[in-house]
């Protein structure tokens, strides 16, 4: 297997987790879902290690914004259509499992504001997630 296959392989069933800082300065987290392309299936590698980002955290002291992505390859249609089916995937698995509804919140940005360079195939494939951001509540 070419090292460019077996690294988007790699990438594709990866997640990512991590902390940022909001523009206020409020502590954010993130764990992001990849995706191949053209795709919004979400396996159940990956809705583990996300049942198990979310077991860690007191989630009543949080919103949580599922926000999905896109690479550039297709239209814009497709990719919009493409973003609302990754978030509603998300979504319907969180709402399985049992997270309240009314702290789910989802924000489709398809092939625009990508974080990553869609010119080159590892941007592209970051750039197919979605981020489940845990906002916290003010207090």
């Given at each position: 297997?070419?090292?460019?296959?077996?690294?988007?392989c790699?990438?594709s069933?990866?997640?990512?987790?991590?902390?940022?800082?909001?523009?206020?300065?409020q502590?954010?987290?993130i764990v992001?879902?990849?995706?191949?392309?053209?795709?919004?299936?979400?396996?159940?590698?990956?809705k583990d290690?996300?049942?198990?980002?979310l077991s860690k955290?007191?989630?009543?002291?949080?919103?949580?914004?599922?926000?999905?992505?896109?690479?550039?390859?297709?239209?814009?249609?497709?990719?919009?259509?493409?973003?609302?089916m990754?978030?509603?995937a998300?979504y319907?698995?969180?709402?399985?499992?049992?997270i309240p509804?009314?702290?789910?919140?989802?924000?489709?940005h398809g092939?625009?504001n990508?974080?990553?360079?869609?010119?080159?195939?590892?941007?592209?494939?970051?750039?197919?997630?979605?981020?489940?951001v845990?906002?916290?509540?003010?207090?």
């Amino acid at each position: 297997m070419k090292w460019y296959l077996f690294l988007f392989c790699l990438l594709s069933f990866s997640l990512q987790v991590r902390a940022q800082e909001g523009g206020d300065g409020q502590p954010f987290k993130i764990v992001s879902i990849f995706f191949r392309g053209g795709s919004y299936y979400v396996d159940e590698e990956q809705k583990d290690v996300v049942r198990e980002f979310l077991s860690k955290q007191i989630l009543m002291n949080y919103e949580i914004h599922i926000h999905s992505h896109t690479d550039n390859v297709g239209g814009v249609e497709f990719n919009e259509w493409l973003s609302r089916m990754r978030s509603e995937a998300t979504y319907q698995f969180l709402k399985e499992d049992g997270i309240p509804t009314n702290q789910l919140f989802i924000k489709d940005h398809g092939l625009f504001n990508p974080d990553y360079d869609n010119d080159s195939s590892m941007g592209r494939a970051k750039n197919r997630r979605v981020d489940i951001v845990l906002w916290p509540l003010p207090s």
